[in-house]
Protein backbone atom coordinates (compact mmCIF):
# COMPACT_ATOMS: atom_id res chain seq x y z
CA UNK A 1 0.00 0.00 0.00
CA UNK A 2 1.06 3.42 -0.48
CA UNK A 3 2.00 5.65 2.72
CA UNK A 4 -0.56 8.85 3.50
CA UNK A 5 0.72 11.15 6.21
CA UNK A 6 -1.37 11.06 8.99
CA UNK A 7 -2.22 15.00 8.72
CA UNK A 8 -5.50 14.83 11.29
CA UNK A 9 -3.66 12.93 13.46
CA UNK A 10 -1.02 15.18 13.58
CA UNK A 11 -2.41 18.24 13.94
CA UNK A 12 -4.65 17.14 16.60
CA UNK A 13 -1.55 16.13 18.61
CA UNK A 14 0.36 19.37 18.02
CA UNK A 15 -2.89 21.31 19.42
CA UNK A 16 -3.84 19.36 22.04
CA UNK A 17 -0.39 17.55 23.75
CA UNK A 18 1.62 19.98 22.27
CA UNK A 19 -0.65 22.86 22.60
CA UNK A 20 0.23 25.05 19.54
CA UNK A 21 -2.41 27.37 19.76
CA UNK A 22 -1.65 28.47 23.36
CA UNK A 23 2.47 29.25 21.95
CA UNK A 24 0.99 31.00 19.34
CA UNK A 25 -1.49 32.74 21.44
CA UNK A 26 2.01 34.08 23.86
CA UNK A 27 3.85 34.95 21.05
CA UNK A 28 6.16 32.57 21.37
CA UNK A 29 6.06 31.21 17.73
CA UNK A 30 6.61 34.98 16.06
CA UNK A 31 4.87 35.07 12.32
CA UNK A 32 3.75 31.72 12.47
CA UNK A 33 0.16 30.52 12.69
CA UNK A 34 -2.04 27.45 12.74
CA UNK A 35 -2.92 27.78 8.90
CA UNK A 36 0.96 27.70 8.05
CA UNK A 37 1.98 24.55 10.40
CA UNK A 38 -0.96 22.83 8.74
CA UNK A 39 0.76 23.68 5.20
CA UNK A 40 4.06 22.74 6.14
CA UNK A 41 2.67 19.63 7.81
CA UNK A 42 1.12 18.83 4.37
CA UNK A 43 3.55 19.34 1.70
CA UNK A 44 5.53 17.38 4.01
CA UNK A 45 3.48 14.57 3.52
CA UNK A 46 3.05 15.00 -0.12
CA UNK A 47 7.19 14.67 -0.18
CA UNK A 48 6.99 12.00 1.84
CA UNK A 49 4.71 10.03 0.53
CA UNK A 50 5.45 11.02 -3.07
CA UNK A 51 9.36 11.15 -2.81
CA UNK A 52 10.50 9.10 0.25
CA UNK A 53 7.83 6.45 0.61
CA UNK A 54 8.72 4.75 -3.18
CA UNK A 55 12.10 4.43 -1.78
CA UNK A 56 11.94 2.65 1.56
CA UNK A 57 11.39 -0.74 -0.11
CA UNK A 58 13.46 -1.21 -2.86
CA UNK A 59 15.78 0.81 -0.70
CA UNK A 60 15.48 -2.22 2.04
CA UNK A 61 16.15 -5.45 -0.77
CA UNK A 62 19.18 -3.59 -2.21
CA UNK A 63 20.97 -1.80 0.55
CA UNK A 64 23.84 0.49 0.62
CA UNK A 65 26.76 -0.92 -1.03
CA UNK A 66 30.68 -0.83 -0.12
CA UNK A 67 33.27 -0.40 -2.38
CA UNK A 68 36.56 0.21 -1.45
CA UNK A 69 36.32 2.78 1.04
CA UNK A 70 33.24 4.67 -0.82
CA UNK A 71 29.77 3.51 0.18
CA UNK A 72 26.78 3.64 -2.97
CA UNK A 73 23.47 4.71 -1.41
CA UNK A 74 20.45 2.70 -2.81
CA UNK A 75 19.01 4.18 -6.29
CA UNK A 76 16.82 7.16 -5.75
CA UNK A 77 18.14 8.02 -2.51
CA UNK A 78 20.59 10.80 -3.99
CA UNK A 79 18.08 12.27 -6.00
CA UNK A 80 15.75 12.15 -2.93
CA UNK A 81 17.98 13.88 -0.75
CA UNK A 82 18.72 16.58 -3.54
CA UNK A 83 15.14 17.30 -3.66
CA UNK A 84 14.90 17.05 0.29
CA UNK A 85 17.73 19.64 0.66
CA UNK A 86 16.39 21.95 -2.44
CA UNK A 87 13.11 22.11 -0.48
CA UNK A 88 14.25 23.73 2.31
CA UNK A 89 13.79 20.58 4.75
CA UNK A 90 16.75 20.32 5.85
CA UNK A 91 17.10 24.20 7.19
CA UNK A 92 13.80 24.37 8.51
CA UNK A 93 14.57 24.26 12.22
CA UNK A 94 17.86 25.92 11.88
CA UNK A 95 18.96 29.50 13.58
CA UNK A 96 18.13 32.28 11.02
CA UNK A 97 21.87 33.70 11.57
CA UNK A 98 22.72 30.69 9.76
CA UNK A 99 20.61 30.47 6.42
CA UNK A 100 18.05 28.38 8.67
CA UNK A 101 14.21 29.12 8.65
CA UNK A 102 13.72 29.07 12.44
CA UNK A 103 11.16 27.15 13.01
CA UNK A 104 10.03 25.79 16.45
CA UNK A 105 11.36 22.39 17.75
CA UNK A 106 7.62 20.91 17.64
CA UNK A 107 7.42 21.47 13.83
CA UNK A 108 10.56 19.60 13.33
CA UNK A 109 9.21 17.07 15.03
CA UNK A 110 6.16 16.76 13.46
CA UNK A 111 7.89 16.77 10.08
CA UNK A 112 10.33 14.35 11.52
CA UNK A 113 8.03 11.77 12.09
CA UNK A 114 6.25 12.15 8.18
CA UNK A 115 10.58 11.41 6.74
CA UNK A 116 10.87 8.26 8.83
CA UNK A 117 7.44 6.99 8.66
CA UNK A 118 7.97 6.90 4.72
CA UNK A 119 11.47 5.84 4.76
CA UNK A 120 13.38 5.51 8.50
CA UNK A 121 16.73 3.90 6.24
CA UNK A 122 16.30 7.77 4.64
CA UNK A 123 15.47 9.79 7.89
CA UNK A 124 18.29 8.96 10.16
CA UNK A 125 20.68 11.12 7.84
CA UNK A 126 18.85 14.08 8.37
CA UNK A 127 18.25 13.56 12.19
CA UNK A 128 21.83 12.91 12.64
CA UNK A 129 22.71 16.23 10.83
CA UNK A 130 20.23 17.94 12.84
CA UNK A 131 21.95 16.53 16.17
CA UNK A 132 25.42 17.47 14.88
CA UNK A 133 23.75 20.81 14.23
CA UNK A 134 22.68 21.60 17.82
CA UNK A 135 26.24 20.22 19.19
CA UNK A 136 28.03 22.97 17.10
CA UNK A 137 25.73 26.05 18.33
CA UNK A 138 26.12 24.50 21.58
CA UNK A 139 29.88 24.38 21.52
CA UNK A 140 31.53 25.56 18.71
CA UNK A 141 33.52 28.60 18.31
CA UNK A 142 32.09 31.37 16.07
CA UNK A 143 34.82 30.51 13.25
CA UNK A 144 33.12 26.86 12.95
CA UNK A 145 29.99 27.79 13.12
CA UNK A 146 30.75 30.56 10.69
CA UNK A 147 32.59 27.61 8.26
CA UNK A 148 30.57 24.76 8.79
CA UNK A 149 26.76 25.54 9.76
CA UNK A 150 25.44 26.95 7.18
CA UNK A 151 25.97 24.07 4.50
CA UNK A 152 25.15 21.77 7.17
CA UNK A 153 21.56 23.71 7.65
CA UNK A 154 21.60 23.78 3.79
CA UNK A 155 21.54 20.11 3.91
CA UNK A 156 24.67 20.47 1.46
CA UNK A 157 26.84 18.99 4.39
CA UNK A 158 25.56 16.24 6.31
CA UNK A 159 26.71 15.57 9.90
CA UNK A 160 27.21 12.02 12.12
CA UNK A 161 27.86 11.63 15.73
CA UNK A 162 31.16 9.20 16.40
CA UNK A 163 31.24 7.63 19.93
CA UNK A 164 31.20 4.27 19.79
CA UNK A 165 34.15 1.80 19.74
CA UNK A 166 34.65 -1.64 19.97
CA UNK A 167 35.62 -2.37 23.92
CA UNK A 168 33.71 1.45 24.40
CA UNK A 169 29.49 1.29 23.78
CA UNK A 170 27.23 2.18 26.34
CA UNK A 171 29.77 2.95 28.67
CA UNK A 172 32.45 4.99 26.88
CA UNK A 173 34.90 5.72 29.92
CA UNK A 174 37.44 3.08 28.07
CA UNK A 175 37.63 5.04 24.65
CA UNK A 176 40.94 4.77 23.22
CA UNK A 177 40.72 7.60 20.20
CA UNK A 178 43.53 9.82 20.59
CA UNK A 179 43.54 13.68 20.02
CA UNK A 180 47.03 15.48 19.54
CA UNK A 181 47.33 19.36 19.61
CA UNK A 182 49.10 20.62 16.74
CA UNK A 183 50.73 24.24 16.82
CA UNK A 184 47.70 26.29 14.87
CA UNK A 185 45.38 24.85 17.38
CA UNK A 186 43.99 21.90 15.22
CA UNK A 187 44.13 18.60 16.43
CA UNK A 188 45.17 15.18 14.90
CA UNK A 189 42.77 12.69 15.69
CA UNK A 190 43.65 8.69 15.23
CA UNK A 191 41.40 5.91 16.20
CA UNK A 192 38.42 3.68 15.02
CA UNK A 193 34.79 4.21 15.69
CA UNK A 194 32.17 1.84 15.12
CA UNK A 195 28.61 2.07 14.14
CA UNK A 196 28.51 4.89 12.58
CA UNK A 197 25.28 5.78 10.59
CA UNK A 198 25.98 7.51 7.33
CA UNK A 199 29.63 7.88 8.43
CA UNK A 200 30.81 7.63 4.55
CA UNK A 201 27.34 8.17 1.66
CA UNK A 202 27.38 9.46 -1.95
CA UNK A 203 24.22 11.93 -0.95
CA UNK A 204 26.13 15.07 -0.21
CA UNK A 205 29.30 16.52 -0.91
CA UNK A 206 31.20 16.72 2.59
CA UNK A 207 30.41 14.60 5.92
CA UNK A 208 31.30 16.29 9.40
CA UNK A 209 32.07 14.00 12.00
CA UNK A 210 31.63 14.87 15.61
CA UNK A 211 33.72 12.61 17.01
CA UNK A 212 34.58 12.29 20.98
CA UNK A 213 38.48 11.38 21.59
CA UNK A 214 41.09 11.74 24.63
CA UNK A 215 44.10 14.47 24.88
CA UNK A 216 47.46 13.38 25.98
CA UNK A 217 47.67 13.42 29.91
CA UNK A 218 43.43 13.50 30.37
CA UNK A 219 41.70 11.93 33.10
CA UNK A 220 40.77 8.25 33.06
CA UNK A 221 37.01 7.47 32.40
CA UNK A 222 34.01 9.76 31.25
CA UNK A 223 36.07 13.14 32.61
CA UNK A 224 38.71 12.87 30.03
CA UNK A 225 36.92 12.62 26.76
CA UNK A 226 36.95 15.61 24.46
CA UNK A 227 35.15 16.62 21.37
CA UNK A 228 36.19 17.24 17.93
CA UNK A 229 34.85 17.98 14.29
CA UNK A 230 36.57 16.35 11.86
CA UNK A 231 35.47 16.81 8.04
CA UNK A 232 35.84 14.25 5.57
CA UNK A 233 36.80 17.28 2.88
CA UNK A 234 39.00 20.19 5.18
CA UNK A 235 37.27 23.43 4.55
CA UNK A 236 39.15 26.44 2.96
CA UNK A 237 38.80 30.25 4.59
CA UNK A 238 36.29 30.82 1.60
CA UNK A 239 34.25 27.95 1.99
CA UNK A 240 35.36 25.98 -0.40
CA UNK A 241 36.40 22.36 -0.36
CA UNK A 242 40.01 21.41 0.62
CA UNK A 243 42.30 18.01 0.46
CA UNK A 244 40.29 14.70 1.72
CA UNK A 245 41.17 14.18 5.44
CA UNK A 246 42.98 11.35 6.68
CA UNK A 247 39.02 9.74 7.58
CA UNK A 248 38.14 6.45 6.10
CA UNK A 249 35.24 4.04 5.52
CA UNK A 250 37.18 0.68 6.41
CA UNK A 251 33.57 -1.25 5.89
CA UNK A 252 29.50 -1.16 6.77
CA UNK A 253 27.93 -3.36 8.45
CA UNK A 254 25.08 -5.94 7.29
CA UNK A 255 22.31 -5.70 9.41
CA UNK A 256 18.91 -7.09 10.12
CA UNK A 257 16.91 -3.73 9.45
CA UNK A 258 17.41 -0.12 7.89
CA UNK A 259 19.38 -2.05 4.84
CA UNK A 260 19.66 1.83 3.22
CA UNK A 261 21.23 3.63 6.25
CA UNK A 262 24.96 2.45 5.99
CA UNK A 263 26.32 2.02 9.26
CA UNK A 264 29.99 2.34 9.27
CA UNK A 265 33.50 1.46 10.32
CA UNK A 266 35.12 4.75 10.33
CA UNK A 267 39.09 4.99 10.33
CA UNK A 268 40.67 8.24 11.44
CA UNK A 269 44.29 9.14 11.37
CA UNK A 270 45.01 5.81 8.62
CA UNK A 271 48.26 8.27 7.36
CA UNK A 272 49.37 10.43 10.16
CA UNK A 273 45.83 11.85 12.03
CA UNK A 274 42.71 13.21 10.54
CA UNK A 275 42.94 17.32 11.51
CA UNK A 276 40.31 18.01 13.83
CA UNK A 277 39.05 21.41 15.91
CA UNK A 278 37.74 21.03 19.13
CA UNK A 279 34.16 21.89 19.93
CA UNK A 280 33.31 23.19 23.40
CA UNK A 281 36.00 22.95 26.20
CA UNK A 282 39.12 20.11 26.70
CA UNK A 283 37.89 17.10 28.77
CA UNK A 284 34.61 18.17 28.73
CA UNK A 285 33.22 16.88 25.43
CA UNK A 286 30.23 14.26 26.85
CA UNK A 287 28.66 17.58 28.07
CA UNK A 288 28.27 18.74 24.49
CA UNK A 289 28.11 15.76 22.89
CA UNK A 290 24.75 15.29 25.22
CA UNK A 291 23.04 18.15 23.26
CA UNK A 292 23.12 16.35 20.83
CA UNK A 293 22.19 12.76 22.02
CA UNK A 294 19.48 14.50 23.76
CA UNK A 295 17.89 16.18 20.28
CA UNK A 296 18.84 12.59 19.00
CA UNK A 297 17.06 10.64 21.43
CA UNK A 298 13.49 12.69 20.95
CA UNK A 299 14.35 12.36 16.85
CA UNK A 300 14.79 8.22 17.79
CA UNK A 301 11.38 8.34 19.89
CA UNK A 302 9.73 10.16 16.62
CA UNK A 303 10.89 7.40 14.16
CA UNK A 304 9.16 4.75 16.56
CA UNK A 305 6.19 7.12 15.93
CA UNK A 306 6.70 7.03 12.36
CA UNK A 307 7.74 3.11 12.05
CA UNK A 308 4.38 2.30 14.04
CA UNK A 309 2.42 4.78 12.12
CA UNK A 310 3.44 3.03 8.91
CA UNK A 311 2.93 -0.47 10.07
CA UNK A 312 -0.51 0.52 11.11
CA UNK A 313 -1.34 1.73 7.70
CA UNK A 314 -0.31 -1.58 6.24
CA UNK A 315 -2.31 -3.82 8.31
CA UNK A 316 -5.34 -1.73 8.03
CA UNK A 317 -5.47 -1.60 4.48
CA UNK A 318 -4.55 -5.12 4.43
CA UNK A 319 -6.97 -6.14 6.64
CA UNK A 320 -10.15 -3.89 4.72
CA UNK A 321 -9.00 -6.29 1.57
CA UNK A 322 -8.44 -10.06 2.92
CA UNK A 323 -11.40 -11.71 3.20
CA UNK A 324 -11.32 -14.79 5.23
CA UNK A 325 -14.07 -16.45 7.31
CA UNK A 326 -17.40 -14.77 7.84
CA UNK A 327 -18.01 -11.69 10.93
CA UNK A 328 -20.92 -12.15 12.97
CA UNK A 329 -22.37 -8.81 11.23
CA UNK A 330 -23.00 -11.04 8.26
CA UNK A 331 -26.74 -11.41 7.64
CA UNK A 332 -26.55 -14.61 5.83
CA UNK A 333 -24.47 -13.56 3.04
CA UNK A 334 -22.38 -16.21 1.20
CA UNK A 335 -19.18 -14.21 0.68
CA UNK A 336 -16.28 -13.94 3.09
CA UNK A 337 -15.94 -10.93 5.16
CA UNK A 338 -12.89 -8.37 4.96
CA UNK A 339 -10.60 -9.37 7.96
CA UNK A 340 -11.24 -6.23 10.00
CA UNK A 341 -14.76 -6.90 10.48
CA UNK A 342 -13.67 -9.14 12.86
CA UNK A 343 -12.89 -8.87 16.50
CA UNK A 344 -9.74 -9.85 17.23
CA UNK A 345 -8.25 -7.77 14.13
CA UNK A 346 -10.11 -4.61 15.29
CA UNK A 347 -8.50 -5.66 18.29
CA UNK A 348 -5.06 -5.95 17.33
CA UNK A 349 -5.57 -2.44 14.76
CA UNK A 350 -7.00 -0.53 17.72
CA UNK A 351 -4.23 -1.51 19.92
CA UNK A 352 -2.02 -0.58 16.63
CA UNK A 353 -3.30 3.28 16.72
CA UNK A 354 -4.18 3.70 20.29
CA UNK A 355 -0.12 2.64 21.21
CA UNK A 356 1.08 5.13 18.09
CA UNK A 357 -1.24 8.11 18.77
CA UNK A 358 0.44 8.07 22.89
CA UNK A 359 3.73 7.94 21.86
CA UNK A 360 2.97 10.69 19.65
CA UNK A 361 1.62 12.84 21.70
CA UNK A 362 4.64 12.36 24.68
CA UNK A 363 6.99 13.45 21.90
CA UNK A 364 5.13 16.25 20.64
CA UNK A 365 4.51 16.84 24.65
CA UNK A 366 8.52 16.93 24.84
CA UNK A 367 9.23 18.83 21.60
CA UNK A 368 6.90 21.49 23.67
CA UNK A 369 9.22 21.89 26.22
CA UNK A 370 11.94 22.21 24.25
CA UNK A 371 10.54 25.18 22.12
CA UNK A 372 9.36 27.18 26.03
CA UNK A 373 13.11 26.22 27.04
CA UNK A 374 14.59 28.13 24.02
CA UNK A 375 11.86 30.77 23.31
CA UNK A 376 10.10 31.97 26.75
CA UNK A 377 11.58 35.26 27.62
CA UNK A 378 11.11 34.25 31.59
CA UNK A 379 14.35 32.30 32.90
CA UNK A 380 12.59 31.02 35.50
CA UNK A 381 10.12 29.77 33.29
CA UNK A 382 12.99 28.70 30.40
CA UNK A 383 14.53 26.72 33.10
CA UNK A 384 11.68 24.60 34.15
CA UNK A 385 10.61 23.76 30.74
CA UNK A 386 13.84 22.36 29.91
CA UNK A 387 13.74 20.12 33.04
CA UNK A 388 10.05 18.68 31.83
CA UNK A 389 11.99 18.10 28.95
CA UNK A 390 14.64 16.27 30.34
CA UNK A 391 12.23 14.43 32.17
CA UNK A 392 10.01 13.18 29.17
CA UNK A 393 13.03 12.47 27.17
CA UNK A 394 13.53 9.34 28.51
CA UNK A 395 9.65 8.71 27.86
CA UNK A 396 9.76 9.29 24.23
CA UNK A 397 12.43 7.65 23.53
CA UNK A 398 12.10 4.14 25.37
CA UNK A 399 8.08 4.28 25.18
CA UNK A 400 7.62 5.10 21.93
CA UNK A 401 10.38 2.46 20.35
CA UNK A 402 9.20 0.10 22.28
CA UNK A 403 5.72 0.06 21.10
CA UNK A 404 7.03 0.67 17.65
CA UNK A 405 8.03 -3.28 17.84
CA UNK A 406 5.25 -3.76 19.55
CA UNK A 407 3.01 -2.13 16.80
CA UNK A 408 5.22 -4.15 14.06
CA UNK A 409 4.91 -7.08 15.14
CA UNK A 410 0.91 -6.98 15.62
CA UNK A 411 1.19 -5.60 11.51
CA UNK A 412 2.75 -8.84 10.66
CA UNK A 413 0.33 -10.80 13.17
CA UNK A 414 -3.09 -9.06 11.30
CA UNK A 415 -1.23 -10.23 7.83
CA UNK A 416 -1.26 -14.30 9.10
CA UNK A 417 1.04 -16.48 7.28
CA UNK A 418 1.92 -13.30 4.70
CA UNK A 419 3.50 -11.36 6.87
CA UNK A 420 6.05 -13.72 7.33
CA UNK A 421 6.35 -13.21 3.99
CA UNK A 422 9.14 -10.77 2.77
CA UNK A 423 7.15 -9.75 0.04
CA UNK A 424 3.97 -8.16 1.50
CA UNK A 425 5.89 -5.32 3.41
CA UNK A 426 4.96 -6.21 6.78
CA UNK A 427 7.98 -7.59 7.48
CA UNK A 428 10.46 -4.82 6.84
CA UNK A 429 8.58 -2.33 9.60
CA UNK A 430 9.94 -5.07 12.58
CA UNK A 431 13.12 -5.48 11.01
CA UNK A 432 13.30 -1.65 10.73
CA UNK A 433 11.96 -1.09 14.62
CA UNK A 434 14.05 -4.04 16.17
CA UNK A 435 17.64 -1.30 16.26
CA UNK A 436 15.04 1.56 17.68
CA UNK A 437 14.90 0.47 21.16
CA UNK A 438 19.10 0.00 21.11
CA UNK A 439 20.67 2.64 19.47
CA UNK A 440 20.37 6.44 21.05
CA UNK A 441 21.12 4.91 24.34
CA UNK A 442 19.58 1.35 24.88
CA UNK A 443 15.87 1.56 26.31
CA UNK A 444 17.01 -0.18 29.94
CA UNK A 445 19.46 2.89 30.42
CA UNK A 446 16.39 5.30 29.43
CA UNK A 447 14.93 3.80 31.97
CA UNK A 448 17.90 4.34 34.28
CA UNK A 449 18.47 7.76 33.38
CA UNK A 450 14.59 8.55 34.21
CA UNK A 451 14.98 7.27 37.71
CA UNK A 452 18.45 8.54 38.59
CA UNK A 453 18.68 11.68 37.37
CA UNK A 454 15.44 13.01 36.33
CA UNK A 455 13.25 11.86 39.44
CA UNK A 456 15.84 13.79 41.48
CA UNK A 457 15.82 17.28 39.39
CA UNK A 458 15.33 20.13 41.40
CA UNK A 459 14.63 17.66 44.57
CA UNK A 460 12.03 16.11 43.09
CA UNK A 461 9.92 18.86 42.19
CA UNK A 462 10.17 18.32 38.13
CA UNK A 463 8.50 15.04 38.59
CA UNK A 464 6.30 16.02 41.63
CA UNK A 465 4.99 19.44 38.90
CA UNK A 466 4.41 16.62 36.28
CA UNK A 467 2.36 14.30 37.71
CA UNK A 468 0.62 17.35 39.15
CA UNK A 469 -0.51 18.50 35.51
CA UNK A 470 -1.14 15.06 34.41
CA UNK A 471 -3.88 15.13 37.76
CA UNK A 472 -5.61 17.73 36.95
CA UNK A 473 -6.54 16.64 33.32
CA UNK A 474 -7.64 13.91 34.83
CA UNK A 475 -9.40 15.28 37.53
CA UNK A 476 -11.34 17.70 34.47
CA UNK A 477 -12.25 14.06 32.80
CA UNK A 478 -13.61 13.06 36.05
CA UNK A 479 -15.83 16.16 35.83
CA UNK A 480 -16.75 16.05 32.51
CA UNK A 481 -19.37 13.41 33.60
CA UNK A 482 -19.60 12.16 29.73
CA UNK A 483 -21.30 8.40 29.20
CA UNK A 484 -19.46 8.52 25.96
CA UNK A 485 -16.07 8.30 28.06
CA UNK A 486 -16.83 5.17 29.81
CA UNK A 487 -14.66 3.98 31.85
CA UNK A 488 -11.74 6.30 30.94
CA UNK A 489 -11.86 8.53 33.93
CA UNK A 490 -11.79 5.33 36.40
CA UNK A 491 -8.53 3.56 34.44
CA UNK A 492 -6.81 7.00 34.36
CA UNK A 493 -7.48 7.44 38.08
CA UNK A 494 -6.10 4.12 39.17
CA UNK A 495 -3.41 4.74 36.89
CA UNK A 496 -2.37 7.65 38.38
CA UNK A 497 -2.68 6.49 41.94
CA UNK A 498 -0.49 3.70 40.95
CA UNK A 499 2.33 5.86 39.32
CA UNK A 500 2.58 8.33 42.35
CA UNK A 501 2.85 4.94 44.27
CA UNK A 502 5.55 3.93 42.48
CA UNK A 503 7.12 7.21 42.28
CA UNK A 504 7.17 7.86 46.00
CA UNK A 505 8.43 4.33 46.46
CA UNK A 506 11.80 5.24 43.54
CA UNK A 507 12.33 8.29 45.86
CA UNK A 508 12.83 6.27 49.03
CA UNK A 509 14.96 3.16 47.67
CA UNK A 510 17.31 5.77 45.59
CA UNK A 511 17.94 6.94 49.18
CA UNK A 512 18.08 2.75 51.05
CA UNK A 513 18.23 0.88 47.96
CA UNK A 514 19.79 2.08 44.48
CA UNK A 515 20.02 -1.36 42.77
CA UNK A 516 16.40 -1.88 43.97
CA UNK A 517 15.22 1.53 42.13
CA UNK A 518 17.36 -0.18 39.42
CA UNK A 519 15.96 -3.13 38.78
CA UNK A 520 12.21 -1.69 38.92
CA UNK A 521 13.25 1.10 36.60
CA UNK A 522 12.17 -0.28 32.88
CA UNK A 523 8.75 -1.13 34.75
CA UNK A 524 8.70 2.35 36.16
CA UNK A 525 9.41 3.69 32.51
CA UNK A 526 6.45 1.86 31.11
CA UNK A 527 4.08 3.17 34.04
CA UNK A 528 4.67 6.54 33.49
CA UNK A 529 4.73 6.58 29.99
CA UNK A 530 0.81 4.70 29.94
CA UNK A 531 -0.23 6.85 32.40
CA UNK A 532 0.98 10.08 30.37
CA UNK A 533 0.21 8.98 27.45
CA UNK A 534 -3.94 7.99 28.16
CA UNK A 535 -3.71 11.10 29.74
CA UNK A 536 -2.88 12.86 27.13
CA UNK A 537 -5.30 10.94 24.75
CA UNK A 538 -8.43 11.94 26.91
CA UNK A 539 -7.16 15.48 27.13
CA UNK A 540 -7.50 15.61 23.38
CA UNK A 541 -11.00 13.77 23.21
CA UNK A 542 -12.32 17.10 26.10
CA UNK A 543 -11.84 18.89 22.90
CA UNK A 544 -14.30 16.31 20.72
CA UNK A 545 -17.87 15.15 20.33
CA UNK A 546 -19.03 12.08 21.02
CA UNK A 547 -18.31 9.73 18.08
CA UNK A 548 -14.92 11.38 16.95
CA UNK A 549 -12.90 8.57 16.73
CA UNK A 550 -10.26 10.73 19.18
CA UNK A 551 -12.07 9.77 21.73
CA UNK A 552 -12.90 5.98 20.45
CA UNK A 553 -9.33 5.52 20.63
CA UNK A 554 -8.48 7.57 23.89
CA UNK A 555 -11.39 4.87 25.52
CA UNK A 556 -10.07 1.84 24.05
CA UNK A 557 -6.32 2.85 25.22
CA UNK A 558 -7.84 3.25 28.81
CA UNK A 559 -9.79 0.21 29.14
CA UNK A 560 -7.48 -2.17 27.41
CA UNK A 561 -4.01 -1.01 27.70
CA UNK A 562 -3.70 1.02 30.93
CA UNK A 563 -5.07 -1.20 32.90
CA UNK A 564 -1.71 -2.74 32.92
CA UNK A 565 -0.53 0.38 34.75
CA UNK A 566 -1.85 -1.08 38.06
CA UNK A 567 0.35 -4.69 37.58
CA UNK A 568 3.35 -2.58 36.88
CA UNK A 569 2.81 -0.57 39.71
CA UNK A 570 3.22 -4.27 42.05
CA UNK A 571 5.84 -5.19 39.70
CA UNK A 572 7.74 -1.79 40.56
CA UNK A 573 7.35 -2.20 44.06
CA UNK A 574 7.41 -5.51 44.99
CA UNK A 575 8.98 -6.80 42.02
CA UNK A 576 12.98 -5.88 42.71
CA UNK A 577 13.46 -8.45 45.40
CA UNK A 578 13.19 -11.52 42.68
CA UNK A 579 15.23 -9.60 40.67
CA UNK A 580 18.16 -9.22 42.99
CA UNK A 581 18.11 -12.57 44.65
CA UNK A 582 20.20 -13.99 41.89
CA UNK A 583 22.10 -11.51 41.75
CA UNK A 584 25.08 -14.17 42.14
CA UNK A 585 24.19 -15.96 39.73
CA UNK A 586 22.29 -18.94 40.38
CA UNK A 587 19.60 -19.65 38.04
CA UNK A 588 22.62 -18.58 35.43
CA UNK A 589 25.15 -20.70 36.75
Known amino acids: ?66 TN ?125 IFITYGEHDMAENIIHLVLARLPNAPAGTR ?66 FVMMNAARLGVGVQGVGVAERATQHATAYAKERRQGKSSAENGSAAMSPIIEHADVRRMLLTMKALTQAARMICFATARELDIGHRAGNEEERKAALNKAALLTPLAKAFSTDIANEVASLGIQVHGGMGFIEETGAAQYLRDARILPIYEGTNGIQAIDLVTRKLPLDGGAVVTAYLGELA ?75 GSPHVAIARYFAENLLTEAAGLAESVQSGADSVLVDAHGAVFA
Request: aromatic fraction near 6%; charged fraction near 20%; proline fraction near 5%.
Open 1 to 66: MTYQAPVDDIVFALKTAAGIDELMARGLYPGLDADTIVAIVEEAGKFGAEVLAPLNASGDRTGSKF
Open 224 to 289: GISLFLVPKFLVNDDGSLGERNDVVCAGIEHKLGIMASPTCVMKFGEEGGAVGYLVGKENRGLATM
Open 69 to 193: GTVTTPQGFRDAYRQFAEGGWSALPGLESFGGQGLPDIVATAVGEIWNSANVSFGLCPLLTQGAIHAIEAGGSDELKAKYLPKMIAGAWTGTMNLTEPQAGSDLGPLTTRAEPQSDGSYRITGTK
Open 472 to 546: EIIANVRASNRNDFGHIPQRLTEAMTGLQSATLWMALMLQSSPEAALASATPYLRLMSLTAGGTYLAKGALAEEA
